[in-house]
Nanobody
């Protein structure tokens, strides 16, 4: 099994910054895509940003220029640096990865438990 543990959520004022981190643990052969999703109250979960194992990134339009996703493959960790935060960024942020595991063999999707980000004055 693979566990994803997120850190870094909290309350921040509009215009402020937060950095989320998520570390995968367990018996892992290879982690391919790592990503951050978010879900605001009453809304569907949406993809915020993803990064491949070779570093290619993609962002939802609403966060381009404000958020940066990065990863440390040696630590099985993905980060989300969030700057110029807005009230509409308020949501539960979920970490995601797809990983190749040995038992049972195969590539599977895994999710973190979520961390609350609240942007409010």
């Amino acid at each position: 099994q693979v566990q994803l543990v997120e850190h870094g959520g909290g309350l921040v004022q509009p215009g402020g910054s937060l950095r989320l981190s998520c570390t995968a643990s367990g018996t892992i052969l290879m982690i391919y895509t790592m990503a951050w999703y978010r879900q605001a109250p009453g809304k569907q979960r949406e993809l915020v940003a993803h990064i491949t194992n070779v570093g290619a990134t993609n962002y939802v339009d609403s966060v381009k220029g404000r958020f940066t996703i990065s990863r440390d493959n040696a630590k099985n960790t993905v980060y989300l640096q969030m700057n110029s935060l807005k009230a509409e960024d308020t949501a539960v942020y979920y970490c995601y990865c797809n990983a190749d595991v040995p038992a049972p063999p195969g590539i599977r999707a895994y999710w973190g438990q979520g961390t609350q980000v609240t942007v409010s004055s």
